[in-house]
Structure formats: C-alpha cells, structure tokens
C-alpha cells in the first residue's frame, strides 16, 4: 500500500528576529528624527504666542479708541468680552473685541495684562513662556509687550 503523500504547505510570514531588526531601525530612525520635530512644535507655539499677543493688542488699542483708555489692571482682558462697570465707558463700549474668549496661550496658562507697559506703553500684554516663570530664555522667554 502506498501512501499518499500530502503536499506541504510553504508557510510565509517573517522570523522574530527579522521583526526585531525592523523594530530597531524604527527606533533609530524616531531617535534621530523625533527631537528635531519636537523642536520645531516648540518654535511653532513661540510663532502661535506672538500672534495671538499681536491679535490682543489690536483688540486693546481698538478699546482704548472707542472706550477713551485701556482697560484697568482691575477690568484685565475681560474688559474685550463684557462691558465695563463705569457707565460712561458703557455707553462708548461697542464690543466684544474678541470673536471668542480670550485664548490661553499655546501652554496653557492665561495672558498677563498690566498697566502701565514698557518704553511708554499704556499697558502690558505677554506670556510668560514654555516655563511659565518670568525671564528665560529659548522658548522660556516671556514673549509679547512686557511690563516696566
């Protein structure tokens, strides 16, 4: 009696050790590419800062023509979003200035507002950084119109 032979089966697939060797130049390849990338999102938000510094300042001065001054240390940037409390300035307030609330800057902390400003200015407009402490440096530095 013969037997019938069963034709094997050629199995595809890759060995473990190939998969490791893919997984290692993965990994090269991320260390390599990965902090140049990380460095760009950090400049980025730096750039997101000192726009949206420039947009409130521009909705500030547009306050300061219509109301006759800048909002109050007291008043801060809530004065862009809510009429103030003094009824003369209510009646020349045609805001908000703002289409949407004031935005936190791209770390996540509130603008600072204070008045006066620095070299003559009325007021003051900044973030405090990556760090969220005053002074630094790189993408710790306080970015914006800074206070005396």
Same mark, same amino acid.
């Given at each position: 009696?013969? +037997? /019938? +032979?069963?034709?094997?089966?050629?199995?595809?697939?890759?060995? @473990?050790?190939?998969?490791?060797?893919? @997984?290692?130049?993965i990994?090269? !390849?991320?260390?390599?590419?990965?902090?140049?990338?990380? #460095?760009?999102? %950090? #400049? #980025?938000?730096?750039?997101? /800062?000192? *726009?949206?510094?420039? @947009? @409130?300042?521009? /909705? !500030?001065? *547009?306050?300061r023509l219509e109301v006759g001054r800048v909002p109050s240390a007291e008043e801060g940037l809530a004065a862009l979003s809510s009429p103030p409390a003094d009824e003369r300035a209510r009646a020349r307030w045609?805001?908000?200035?703002l289409d949407e609330a004031v935005? /936190? %800057?791209?770390?996540?902390?509130?603008?600072?507002? #204070?008045?006066p400003g620095r070299d003559g200015m009325p007021f003051a407009i900044y973030s405090l950084g990556a760090d969220g402490e005053p002074g630094g440096e790189g993408n710790d530095a306080d970015i914006g119109f800074l206070p005396p």
């Open positions: 009696m013969q +037997s /019938a +032979s069963v034709p094997r089966r050629e199995q595809s697939g890759f060995t @473990l050790l190939e998969m490791l060797v893919v @997984l290692v130049l990994g090269l !390849i991320a260390s390599l590419v990965g902090p140049r990338l990380f #460095s760009r999102v %950090d #400049s #980025s938000k730096v750039q997101v /800062a000192e *726009t949206q510094v420039r @947009l @409130l300042r521009g /909705a !500030i001065e *547009t306050y045609r805001g908000p200035y935005p /936190a %800057d791209p770390w996540g902390n509130p603008y600072r507002y #204070s008045v």
